[in-house]
C-alpha cells in the first residue's frame, strides 16, 4: 500500500533529516571552553595515602552528617570496598598494590567536581550548579527529586536520601564549599597527615602533579587522572598503582557530557520548525486528492446522468 | 442503539469487579505506604540504581503504549484515511488516560512531587533532556484533554462547546505530531548522557530515532489490541460503522506496523554497524539483544506481513501482542536490564513487590476509567445528535 | 558576543533557554502563518 510506505517514509525521512541537522548543530559551536580561570582543584596523591580514614572523620564532621555505623578508627572497614552513602560524602577503599612500593595502596573517593558536570547537565532545575571556585554545589531548595543527576554521573558520585519523605535530598561532597569561599581549605585536605590531599589552583595542582612525575618517574603511572576525563575534573589523582586496578574508569573519555546531549537537543527547534511545515503540506495534498476525487466522481455522475438523459429524450422522441 | 446486557456479559464484568476492588484496595494501602515511608519503603531503589520500574514501565512504556493516539489522528486527518476513523476516538482515549496515568505514576516516584511545576516556573534546567521531556509530555497531556474533551461534551450535552473544539482538529492533530516525535525520540535521548552505563549494543546516538519510530509501532499495535478486546467485552456499543470499519482497521495498521518494523529492524543492523559491535553479539548480552531484535522485532515484521498476505485477522491480532512485548522488552532492556550491565550482580536491581503492586494499581485504574468512559461516551459509537462527525 | 561563558554547561543553558522561547514562539507563528496562509481558501 502506497499510503502507510509514504507515512514511514515521511516520518523516518523527517526523523534522520533532524538527526543530520541536529548533529551539525552541536557542531556548529566551534567554540572552546576553558573553565572558570581561577578555579580551585585537589590533587590526591595516591601514593601518600595510607587508610587512616581521618579524613572521612574530618569530612563527617564539618557537614554535621550523622554518625557512622562503624566508628572511623575502624581499619576492618577498609576490607570491602564500599561506595559514598547520604552518610558518607567520602570514602577510602583499600586495593592490591600492582605498583612499584610495597604493602595495600588506598585512595580517597568523592566527587570530583567534574568542570563540566554530568549532573548539573542533567538537572532539569538546575539544582546542581558549576561554581567559579569549582566546586560544584546542590540546592535542595529547588531538587524535586528525580534522580536523574544519579543516572548522569559516570563516576556513581550522588546518593539519595529514600527513606525521607518530605525532605529527601541528594547527597554528596560539597568541596566544603562555604569553607572555601571564606579562604579555608576543604575538611578532609586539612585533616590529611600524610598530606596526600593539596588544595590550589587547577593549573598549580597539574603544575605540582608535573612536577612530581619529573622528581619521581619511577614512582607514578604517567597520567593525572582527571586532567582530561569527562571533559575534566577539579578532583586530580597521581598514583603508582595503574588507576583501573584502583577500579577508576578508564573508559570515560573525555567528551564533556553537556556535549553528549547536545546533538539530540538541537533536533527540537528542527522539529518544531519544520514539521508543521511537513504535516500541513500532507493534509492539504490529501484535501487536495479528496477534493479532486470528489469532483471527478461528480463529473462521472454528471455524464452518466447526461447520457441517461439523452437516451432517454431519444426514446422519447422514436415513441 | 439498544444496550443488551447478556449474562454472559455481566458475570465477566463482576469477576473483573472483584479483581479491580482488591488491585485498587491494595494500591490506596500502598500509597499510603509510600507517603509515609517514602520511597525506602516501596521500592528497591538504590544509590546505583535510582531508576527502578515505575521509569521502566510507567513512564518509558506507558508513553510508548499511548502512540496510539498521534498515529491515529495524523492518518485519519493528515494522511486523509477516513476509513480508519472509527478508530481515532479510542485510541485518543488510550492516549489521554496513558499520559495522565504516566503523571500518576510520577507523582509516586519522584521524591518531591509536589515540586513537579519547579522547572516550569521557578528554574528552568534547559540543557536537561528531562527538561524537554517534561514540558512535552505536559503540554500533550493538555492536547489529549481537549481531543478527547468533545466526546464527553456529546455526554453532556455541550453542544456549542464541542462544535467549537472540533474545529480545532486539524491543528491540534499536527501539534499531538509535533509533541509526540520530540518526547518520544527525547525519552530515549535520557540515556545518552550515560555511554559508561547503558551496554555498546543498546547505546547508540541514534537511540532518539529508535524510541520514536517504536513509538509508532506500539501505537499502531496497541490500537489493533484495543480493538480486539473492545469487541470481545464492549461489541453491545459499538455503531454499524465501528463494527463495519473494524477489520480493515486492523489489516491496514497490521501491514503499517509489519513495514515500519521492517525498516526499524534495518536501522537498528546499520546502527550496530556505525557503533562496529558486532564483536558484543557473541556475548550474552548479544544473544539478549538477538532476542530482542529476532523475536519482537523481525519476527512480528514477518508475522503481520503474513496474517496480511493470507488475510487473517487472528493472526494480525496475536502479532499485535508480540509487537507490544517487544517495545516493553525495549524499553526494560535499555533502563534496567543493560542499564549498569557492568555493575556485579549484588549490585543489580529488581522491583520489590510492592512497586509491581502500585504499577499494577495504576494500569487498574485506567481500565476501570476507559470502561467507565466507554460505557457511557460516544468513543465507540457515533452520538446521534452529533452524526455529522465525519 | 558580550557574555563570557566559562563552561560549556553555562553556554548551553543560555543558549536552549533562548530556543525554547523561540521553538514556542515558532509553533504559535507558524499556526497563526497557516490561518493566515489559507485563509481564503474555498471549503
Known sequence: MTISRRKFLGWLGAAGMSTAFGKSAAAATHEHFTGYPNSFAILHDITLCVGCRICEDACNKVNHLPPPDKPFTDLAVLDKHR???TKAYTVVNKYENKGPSKGPVFYKKQ????????????????????????????????????RYCMIACPFEIPTYEYDQVLTPRIQKCTMCYPRIIKGQLPGCVEACPMEALSFGKRKDMIKLARMRFRKHPDRYVDHIYGEHEMGGTSWLYVSGTPFKDLGMREDLGVTPAPQLTAGALSSVPVIAGLWPALLAGIYAVSKRKEKIARTEQEQAVAAAMDKKGAAKTQTEEES | MSQVTTGEQRSIFSLFNFIAFIVLGLGIYLTYLRFTGGLAAVTNLSDYNPWGLWISFDLLCGVALAAGGYVTSASVYLFGMKKYHSAVRPAILTAFLG???????????????WRLPYPLLVQQGTTSVLFEVGLCVATYLTI?????????????????????VVKLTILLTIFGVVLSTMHQSSLGSLFLIAPSKLHPLWYSSYIPIYFFVTSIIAGLSMVILESTLSHRFFAYKMDETHLKEANDITFGFGKAASYVLAGYFAVKVMGISSGNNWHYLKTEYGTWYLVELLGFVALP????????????????????VLAVLGVILNRFNVCLVAFNWQ?????????RWTEIGISIFIVMIGLVLYRFIVTRMPILYEHPDYKDAH | MHQVFYTLQDFMTHTESVTYLLVIATL???????????????D
Not at chain 1, 570530583?112 to 571556585?133: G, I, M, Q, W, Y
Not at chain 2, 481537549?146 to 467549537?164: C, V
Request: proline share 5%; glycine share 6%; net charge positive.
Open chain 3, 28 to 42: 504559535v507563528g507558524m499556526t497563526l502563518f497557516w490561518l493566515f496562509l489559507t485563509g481564503k481558501d474555498e
Open chain 2, 343 to 351: 555493575l556485579p550482580p549484588d549490585e543489580r536491581y529488581f522491583p
Open chain 2, 144 to 164: 489529549l484533554f481537549i481531543e478527547f474533551s468533545p466526546a464527553a461534551m456529546e455526554w453532556l450535552g455541550l453542544k456549542k462547546a464541542r462544535n467549537l
Open chain 2, 99 to 113: 499520559y495522565a496515568l504516566v503523571f500518576l505514576a510520577i507523582n509516586y516516584d519522584v521524591g518531591r512531587p
Open chain 1, 83 to 85: 561506595r559514598t552513602t
Open chain 2, 301 to 320: 515484521s514477518f508475522l503481520y506481513a503474513m496474517g496480511v498476505r493470507i488475510k487473517s485477522l487472528g493472526l494480525i491480532r496475536w502479532t499485535s
Open chain 1, 111 to 146: 566527587c570530583n567536581h567534574c568542570l563540566e558536570p554530568a549532573c548539573a547537565s542533567a538537572c532539569f532545575v538546575r539544582a546542581l550548579t558549576k561554581t567559579d571556585t569549582g566546586a560544584v554545589t546542590y540546592d535542595s531548595s529547588v531538587c524535586v527529586g528525580c
